[in-house]
T-cell receptor, first 113, second 112 residues
Framework: DGGITQSPKYLFRKEGQNVTLSCEQN?????MYWYRQDPGQGLRLIYY???????QKGDIAEGYSVSREKKESFPLTVTSAQKNPTAFYLC????????????FGPGTRLTVT | ELKVEQNPLFLSMQEGKNYTIYCNYS?????LYWYRQDPGKSLESLFV?????AVKQEGRLMASLDTKARLSTLHITAAVHDLSATYFC????????????FGTGTRLKVLA
């Protein structure tokens, strides 16, 4: 089955620690995206990538970093510089072949104390 | 700056009633997307509207797009409790690369 996987589903960390969230897709999509969602809020774009080895900052990139070494993978690192990292993180991918429709992973809920 | 606004933000309705959610956006875009999100879950794609005048229907939900008015509607017919969720619209924006702008979401509660 094609789809997007994110791991882990729940993640707990202490303040001051960097943490990496995994996102993998086997849809052969070129573009991948990371969003952050706070309780009761909409989605805010963190980073996105259209091709391997290239990515762009979204609206709230400060305190986050990404890499795109493989087409299938787009990991997100939440660094200690991110002031309020506790949130629900969603990864998505898209392709012109699907009308640019975004497919979402199941999400990772990060709690930092 | 591209903005996407939805209204209402909250909607409480009785089962069996009809209602419409509106999605306005501030720039030219030929593509609009509707998603559903259940509490604690990810987003599920409902509709992809790819051109002016596009209309799509699935069960009790029907979405339409008017690119001239920069408006999309999500119409709910004879609501049932299972439709309770948050609904988001989104448009894509191209400036060298594609990115998506999401609306604020409409939290729908259908009362039995």
């Amino acid at each position: 089955d094609g789809g997007i996987t994110q791991s882990p589903k729940y993640l707990f960390r202490k303040e001051g620690q960097n943490v990496t969230l995994s996102c993998e897709q086997n849809l052969n999509h070129d573009a991948m995206y990371w969003y952050r969602q706070d309780p009761g809020q909409g989605l805010r774009l963190i980073y996105y990538s259209q091709i391997v080895n290239d990515f762009q900052k979204g609206d709230i990139a400060e305190g986050y970093s990404v890499s795109r070494e493989k087409k299938e993978s787009f990991p997100l690192t939440v660094t200690s510089a991110q002031k309020n990292p506790t949130a629900f993180y969603l990864c998505a991918s898209s392709s012109p072949g699907t009308g640019y429709e975004q497919y979402f992973g199941p999400g990772t809920r990060l709690t930092v104390t | 700056e591209l903005k996407v606004e939805q209204n209402p933000l909250f909607l409480s309705m009785q089962e069996g009633k009809n209602y419409t959610i509106y999605c306005n956006y501030s720039t030219t875009s030929d593509r609009l997307y509707w998603y559903r999100q259940d509490p604690g879950k990810s987003l599920e794609s409902l509709f992809v509207l790819l051109s002016n005048g596009a209309v799509k229907q699935e069960g009790r939900l029907m979405a339409s797009l008017d690119t001239k008015a920069r408006l999309s509607t999500l119409h709910i017919t004879a609501a049932v409790h299972d439709l309770s969720a948050t609904y988001f619209c989104a448009v894509d924006s191209y400036s060298g690369t594609y990115k998506y702008i999401f609306g604020t979401g409409t939290r729908l509660k259908v009362l039995a």
